[in-house]
Structure formats: structure tokens, C-alpha cells
């Protein structure tokens, strides 16, 4: 098994970088930019806290984004949160059909390795990548606090990693699901779920009917200006997340253990 | 007596309302070379990869090396060489590291038979997977199915893409490893390697097995077996 994973972690390294160094620079520029920003932001923020339904969409109703807290919620929380969402769906989707799809699955599962262990090392592999990009996005940020030189608090910034963590790690769930479903390339389903749940999360609160139905998605309880305005847990769509996870990989096990493997 | 190596009873696999193979029973005994014939779709592969665990068999008992193919699947395939009809490895990685992955995953050291076998199949291990042919792809899957020494080796139509001479040295290998104790069932489309090399052989039509008396049959009985479908 460690020899999958290995090999898994190294196929994967590629995406890896690729993401969490874009990712986490992307971050990282516009942490920077705030010192360039900070005068017009003043302004901006009475203009911004003023916008109604949207204001509160994106947290700019109870944030100033004149403060670099309320600017790093606004602006990266945005950016992270979507990117490492579609990070974890691309990985994950992919993880156990890409064998099938790229006709490589019989030379793998011709060895002596029963599925289960197969799927334990691809699920692990899943699990580190994804640590390892809220690692280096972490750090990208943190070195932008102290480039800047700017007060940051560090407990809500690392709540909001966590928590960040805990979303992808539930996207992640429900791709691995899919991604044991078929021998194909799912990367479009991927993606196209990814947007959908941030889309569900934005308009969730823009629309007051949709809000008491939040916690479903799992950008409820990861959102930043919530968390940097220390709101309440969201327990509901916390255990929901963890539900959501734990049936995804259950069913992943389940379903293939059962079915037949594709040439 | 020999002992049997492959003990299949009654298999039937169908693919929802396709068929599959139907009431498939047959045995190869130990230092067999077995033929395994039969035209495109007649089932020979569905019947070897359920023999591997990669099918989920409707019924009917399978027994590889005495143990049972769905309870002992990892136990089997430590002892089973495998080589696919279409052999696909990663891209991105080289050949040597291929091998190596191969025999780490079985936590073996198998570096003295691959670099025989890589030497005498002339196999150029420093190159990436992406950047060779089917032949030499092929040639990398037979130094992954020989280099643990397994006690069966199933190949699933070994020799296309092969050069004759790479032919020849692949059966000269099969040859040894049998003499050495190993069996082999061999699923191919060439009459010619079945009436120089196989001890026993069958001929699969249309999800159903038929045990052939000899394996050294003429062109014209061989070809009957595809005639009579297509009639």
C-alpha cells in the first residue's frame, strides 16, 4: 500500500503545485496590495456596507474592508475558499477512475493489493494533498502579514484555515463517491460542482428564503467574514460536513468493492 | 497425478443483458502450457479477469494454486504473472521505475531477474513509458508478469505487437519458467503458438468453452470454430 501511495502522491505532485503555488501567491499579492489600497478603501467600505443583500453576501455589512481583517475575509477568503474547493474536486474526482480511463487499471490491480488497500492509499493520497495546500497557502499568507507589517488576528486566521480544511476535505468526500461511480474522466463534473456549491453559498445569502438552508452546502461553515467576526459555531453544517464526509468515503469503499473494473 | 493450478466450475459472468460466459468449467494442471483460443468478444478475457478478481462473477467456483479466486485474490495474485492484452502503464514514468513499482508493491527484490530479463528482451529501461511503442510497451508488461517467478503466468494475447524475434524469446522464457515448475494459460488468436508451445488447449464461441482433444489442430477446424459463428 505504501508503494500506491507513493506513487499516487507523486502523479499528483504536479496539480499540487500548481494550484497551491497559484493559489497561495495569488493570496499572497493581493495581501500586499492592501498598503496600495488602504487610503481608497476607506471610501470604499462606506460604499460597500451599503450594497443591501450583497453587502451581507459577502460580509461586507458587518466587516470594514478597510481593515485588513475584513479585507483579507472579503477578498482572499473569497479566493481561497473557491480554489482550494476546486482543487479538492479535480483531485478527488479523478483519484480512482483515472486507472480505468487511462487503461492503466490492470497493470494495478493485477498486483497483489486487494481494492480496499488500493482505495485506502488513493484516499490517503487525497488527505495529504490536501493538507499540504492549506500548508502552503498558509504559509503564503502569513509571510504577507508580516511583508505588510499589519496587525492580523492569528486565532481567527487559523480558524478560518481549519475550517477552509474541513470544506475541502467534505468536497473531497462526495468526489471520491463519484470518482468510484465510473471508469471515466469526471474533471468537468469536478469543477462544475465546485462553482455550484459557492454559487449555492452566495445565493443562500442574498435570497433570505434559501439562508435557514445554508448549513446543506459546504461553504456554510467556512466563510470567512462569519468567522472573522467571531459569529456563532455553525454546528449544524459542521456535523453535516462530517456526515457528508464519511458517507462519501463509505460509499466509495462500498460501491467499489462491488461492481466490475474496466479494462 | 499432477495437481490442478486453475480449477474453474460452472462460470457465468454477464455484463447486465450481455453475455458474458456461460457454465465455463475447465482445469489446468500444474506444468501445463494451455492454450486458451477463440474469437474476438468469445470471452477468453472476460473468463481470465474474472480468474484475477477484476469481475464480479454471477456463479460458479474458481480455484487458482487451491485457493479461491474472490476469498484469496491477494494471496493469488502474488503468485500470478499477468500480462494484459493491451499493456498501459503511467506516462510520465520511466520504464526501470515501472518495474521497480511493480516489484515493490509485492515487497520483492527483483532487480537480478528483471536486469536478465530486461537484457535478454532488450528492453531500454531509462526510457519514459510515453516515448515507446506497443512492441517495447509489451516488453515492459513481460518483465513485470516474470520477474517475481510466479507459479502461473496468465497472458491475454501476448505476442501482438511483438517482432518475430522477440516472439521467439518470449516463448524460450515461458519454456524455462514452465521446465522450473511454473504454468501457463495462454489466450491467443495464433493457431501456430498454440500447435508448437500448449500441452492442452480449449476454444471459447459465444460465452461457451469446448475442450479441444489436441492442441495441434489444422487451419481448417481451427477456422471452423469462427465460421460457424458468423453463420
Not at chain 1, 116 to 141: E, G, H, P, Q, W
Not at chain 1, 233 to 240: E, F, K, N, S
Not at chain 2, 62 to 85: A, C, Q, R, T, W
Not at chain 2, 117 to 125: H, P
Request: charged share 20%; net charge neutral.
Amino acid at each position: 500500500m505504501r508503494s500506491v501511495l507513493k506513487r499516487e502522491l507523486l502523479l499528483n505532485l504536479k496539480n499540487l503545485l500548481i494550484w497551491s503555488l497559484s493559489v497561495g501567491a495569488l493570496g499572497l499579492v493581493c495581501i500586499l496590495l492592501y498598503k496600495s489600497m488602504e487610503g481608497e478603501m476607506k471610501d470604499m467600505a462606506d460604499a460597500f456596507s451599503n450594497m443591501g443583500a450583497f453587502s451581507e453576501a459577502f460580509g461586507m455589512s458587518t466587516l470594514s474592508i478597510a481593515t485588513l481583517k475584513g479585507y483579507f475575509a472579503t477578498e482572499i477568503g473569497a479566493v481561497h475558499g473557491l480554489g482550494s474547493c476546486m482543487f479538492a474536486a479535480i483531485i478527488a474526482i479523478n483519484i480512482i477512475s483515472k486507472e480505468e480511463d487511462a487503461h492503466t487499471g490492470e497493470f494495478l490491480f493485477s498486483l497483489p493489493l486487494s481494492r480496499n488497500r488500493i482505495l485506502t492509499a488513493k484516499s490517503l493520497c487525497v488527505a495529504i494533498m490536501l493538507v499540504l495546500f492549506t500548508t502552503v497557502c498558509t504559509l503564503f499568507y502569513l509571510l504577507g502579514f508580516k511583508l505588510l507589517g499589519e496587525e492580523m488576528p492569528l486565532d481567527l486566521f487559523f480558524t478560518f484555515m481549519v475550517r477552509q480544511f474541513l470544506m475541502n476535505l467534505e468536497v473531497a468526500g462526495i468526489c471520491l463517491a463519484l470518482s468510484s461511480l465510473t471508469g471515466k474522466n469526471r474533471m468537468g463534473l469536478g469543477l462544475g460542482m465546485a462553482l455550484l456549491f459557492y454559487a449555492y453559498d452566495v445565493m443562500g445569502r442574498v435570497i433570505p428564503d434559501l439562508k435557514k438552508y445554508l448549513f446543506i452546502g459546504p461553504f456554510s461553515y467556512a466563510n470567512a467574514s462569519e468567522i472573522f467576526t467571531e459569529a456563532e459555531l455553525p454546528v449544524t453544517g459542521i456535523v453535516v460536513a462530517c456526515g457528508v464526509l464519511i458517507c462519501g468515503v463509505l460509499f466509495a469503499f462500498w460501491y467499489y468493492n462491488k461492481r466490475d473494473l474496466a479494462s | 497425478m499432477k495437481e490442478n493450478v486453475i480449477e474453474i466450475s460452472h462460470l457465468t459472468k454477464s455484463y447486465g443483458k450481455s453475455r458474458g460466459v456461460i457454465d465455463v468449467s475447465f482445469n489446468v494442471k500444474k506444468g501445463d502450457i494451455f492454450g486458451f483460443l477463440g474469437p474476438n468478444g468469445a470471452g477468453k478475457s472476460t473468463t481470465i479477469r474474472s480468474m484475477l478478481g477484476f469481475l464480479k462473477i454471477n456463479s460458479g467456483n474458481i480455484k487458482i494454486l487451491g485457493m479461491d479466486s474472490i476469498k484469496d485474490h491477494e494471496e493469488i495474485l502474488k503468485n500470478v504473472g499477468y500480462m494484459p492484452s493491451e499493456a498501459w502503464f503511467y506516462d510520465s514514468m520511466k520504464v526501470n521505475d515501472v518495474i521497480k513499482y511493480a516489484a515493490d508493491v509485492r515487497r520483492l527484490d527483483c532487480s537480478k531477474e528483471a536486469a536478465k530479463l530486461c537484457e535478454r528482451l532488450k528492453v531500454d529501461t531509462h526510457k519514459k513509458i510515453k516515448q515507446l511503442s506497443l512492441g517495447n510497451r509489451k516488453k515492459v508488461s513481460i518483465v513485470c508478469a516474470m520477474q517475481h517467478r510466479p507459479r502461473l503466468f496468465i497472458f491475454d494475447e501476448p505476442t501482438g505487437g511483438l517482432d518475430p524475434l522477440m516472439q521467439k524469446k518470449f516463448f524460450e522464457l515461458i519454456n524455462e519458467y514452465v521446465a522450473q515448475g511454473a504454468t501457463c494459460l495462454l489466450s491467443t488468436h495464433v493457431l501456430s503458438e498454440v500447435d508448437k508451445y500448449c500441452k492442452n488447449a480449449a476454444i471459447m464461441r459465444e460465452g461457451r468453452l469446448t475442450m479441444l482433444e489436441t492442441p495441434h489442430i489444422d487451419d481448417e477446424t481451427f477456422l471452423s470454430f469462427y465460421e460457424e459463428e458468423e453463420g
